[in-house]
C-alpha cells in the first residue's frame, strides 16, 4: 500500500497515511487521525479537493468530460435504454433482464398513488408559490405516511422503500402544478409508462382526452435519465449528510430537493430561461457576456460552468443533439434557441471562459427543451427532483450499508475571538 508522508515544520510532527486506489479517477488520502498524528486539521473550503466516502454508483471524469452510471456511459444508455431501466441499473447495481424490467415498472406504476391525505395538503398552500417549496413540503409530508421506512436492515425493505419515494414524487409535482395553475388534481392512470403517466398528470382533465405525443415522452424521459445522479453533488451530499444523522430516508430527500433548489444548483434550468429572455435578442449577447467576465458583477451565465467538468458536460451534449432533432416535431422556440446558440458560440471562443474552463453544463439545454413540451419554467427544478431522486435514494442505501459510514461531522477553522469573560 502506497504510503503519504505528511510533516508539520511547526511542531516538528509527522505521520504517514495510506494511499488508497480507487477503480477509476484519482486514488485517495485516508486522512484519519490527521490532528493526532500531526497537530492540524485540513481545510477545504467547499470539500473542492475531499472525497466524503466511497461509492461505486456514478464515476465523472471531469477532464475528459464523461458520466458513468455502474460503469455505462451516459450517451450509451441514453441511446439504448429508457428512464426506468436506469433507476433499476442505479439501483441494482445491473441492467434488468426482461422478467426483472416487467416486475420493477409494474411496482412503479402500482406505488404512483400517494396517501389521499397528501391531497389535502395542497388546500393550505397559496397557489402563486413557488413548486419547489410545495413540492418539498409534500413530499416530508409522505415521511409521516410512511414511517415504517425509518430503521430499515433488509435489502428488499430498501427496494421497497426506494420504489416507494421514485413512484410518488411525479404524482406530487403534477399535483404542485395543478395546484399552482388552479387545475383539479389528476390521479395517476396505472395503464400508462412512468413519463406518459407524468405528462398525462400535467396537462389531462377530467373531461377531454389529452394528447401527448411519443416523441415528448422519449425527450422528457431522456431528461429524466440525464438527470439520474451525479456522484457527490450539493443535492446529494446534502441526502448523504442527513442520511447519516438515522433520520427517516425521506426525510434526506426532502433535504435535497431544498439543497437542489439554489439556482447555483438545480435551480440554474430555471434561470438559464429567464436569462435567455431577459438578455431578449442576439444583438443584446455581448453586453451580458461583457457582464457575466466583471469580477465586480455579480451576473454569472446561467448554464456555464461546474465544479467537476472542466471540459463539455457530456449530458449537455446529449441534451444538445436532443433539442436540435427535436426542433421541427415540436417546435422549439427558434429565438431562446438563436439567442442560446450566440451565448454559446462567443463564450466557446472568449479567452475569460475558455482559461477557466467554462463550458455548457446540463442546465444549459434542457429549459429550451422542456419549454417546448409545454412545461412551465418554474417546474423546470421539480423536473430535475424527479430524476434525481433515484440518485439520492440509491447513494442512501449505499450509504446505510457501509458499516464504515460515519455521522457527518466536519472541523472548522475558528477565526473568531478568544475565550472572553461577560463584563
Ligand atoms: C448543476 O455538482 C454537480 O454535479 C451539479 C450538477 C448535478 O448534476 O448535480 O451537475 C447540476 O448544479 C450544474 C451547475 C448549474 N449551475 C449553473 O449553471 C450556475 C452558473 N455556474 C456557476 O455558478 C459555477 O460555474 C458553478 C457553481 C457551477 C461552479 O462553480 P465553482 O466550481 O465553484 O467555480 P468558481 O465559482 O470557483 O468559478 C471559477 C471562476 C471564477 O472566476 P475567477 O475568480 O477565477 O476570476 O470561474 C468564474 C468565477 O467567477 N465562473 C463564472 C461562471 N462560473 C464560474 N463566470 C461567469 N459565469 C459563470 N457561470
Redesign the pocket.
Known amino acids: 500500500m502506497a504510503k503519504f508522508y505528511v510533516r508539520n515544520e511547526k511542531s516538528q510532527e509527522s505521520g504517514e497515511f495510506e494511499l488508497l486506489e480507487s477503480t477509476l479517477g484519482a486514488p485517495v488520502v485516508d486522512i484519519s487521525g490527521f490532528k493526532a498524528k500531526v497537530g492540524a486539521y485540513t481545510y477545504d473550503n ?1 470539500f473542492t479537493e475531499t472525497a466524503s466516502c466511497q461509492s461505486a454508483i456514478t464515476y465523472i471524469d471531469g477532464a475528459k468530460g464523461e458520466l458513468l452510471y455502474r460503469g455505462y456511459p451516459i450517451e450509451e444508455l441514453a441511446e439504448k435504454k429508457n428512464y426506468i431501466e436506469v433507476c433499476y441499473l442505479l439501483l441494482h447495481g445491473e441492467l434488468p433482464n426482461s422478467d426483472e424490467y416487467e416486475s420493477f415498472e409494474r411496482d412503479i406504476r402500482t406505488k404512483s398513488y400517494p396517501h389521499e391525505g397528501i391531497k389535502y395538503l395542497f388546500r393550505a398552500f397559496p397557489d402563486n408559490g413557488h413548486p419547489m417549496a410545495i413540492l418539498s413540503s409534500a413530499v416530508s409530508a409522505l415521511s409521516a405516511f410512511h414511517h415504517q421506512h425509518l430503521n430499515i436492515k433488509d435489502d428488499e425493505e430498501f427496494m421497497e422503500m426506494a420504489r416507494r419515494i421514485i413512484a410518488k414524487i411525479p404524482t406530487i409535482a403534477a399535483y404542485t402544478y395543478r395546484h399552482s395553475m388552479g387545475y383539479p388534481l389528476i390521479y395517476p392512470d396505472m395503464d400508462r409508462y412512468f413519463t406518459e403517466n407524468f405528462l398525462y398528470m400535467m396537462r389531462a382533465f377530467p373531461t377531454g382526452k389529452t394528447q401527448i405525443r411519443d416523441v415528448e415522452v422519449r425527450a422528457l424521459d431522456k431528461i429524466f435519465m440525464l438527470h439520474a445522479d ?2 457527490q ?3 446529494t451530499t446534502t441526502v448523504r449528510a442527513v442520511g447519516s444523522t438515522g433520520a427517516h430516508p425521506y426525510a434526506a430527500v426532502v433535504a435535497g430537493i431544498n439543497a437542489l433548489w439554489g ?4 435551480g ?1 434550468n430555471e434561470s438559464v430561461i429567464a436569462q435567455l429572455q431577459m438578455i431578449g435578442s442576439v444583438e443584446n449577447v455581448d453586453k451580458f457576456i461583457k457582464k ?1 467576465k466583471d ?1 465586480n458583477d455579480p451576473f ?9 467538468y472542466k471540459n463539455f458536460d457530456p449530458r449537455a451534449r446529449v441534451l444538445k443533439k436532443l433539442r436540435d432533432e427535436l426542433r421541427e416535431t415540436i417546435g422549439i422556440s427558434s429565438k431562446l434557441i438563436e439567442i442560446a446558440d450566440r451565448v454559446e458560440e462567443i463564450a466557446l471562443n472568449d479567452e475569460y471562459f475558455v482559461k ?1 474552463n ?1 463550458y455548457p ?3 444549459f439545454y434542457s429549459g429550451t427543451i422542456l419549454e417546448a413540451l409545454g412545461i412551465r419554467k418554474k417546474m423546470f427544478t421539480p423536473i430535475f427532483v424527479i430524476g434525481r431522486t433515484v440518485g439520492w435514494i440509491t447513494h442512501l442505501i449505499e450509504q446505510k450499508k457501509d458499516p464504515k459510514q460515519k455521522i457527518y461531522r466536519p472541523r472548522q477553522r475558528y477565526i473568531g475571538k478568544t475565550k472572553r469573560s461577560v463584563p
Open positions: 467547499g451525479h456522484e453533488n450539493a443535492s439556482r447555483a444548483h438545480g440554474a457575466a469580477p454569472r451565465l446561467m448554464g456555464f460552468g461546474h465544479r467537476v477557466r467554462l453544463n446540463i442546465d
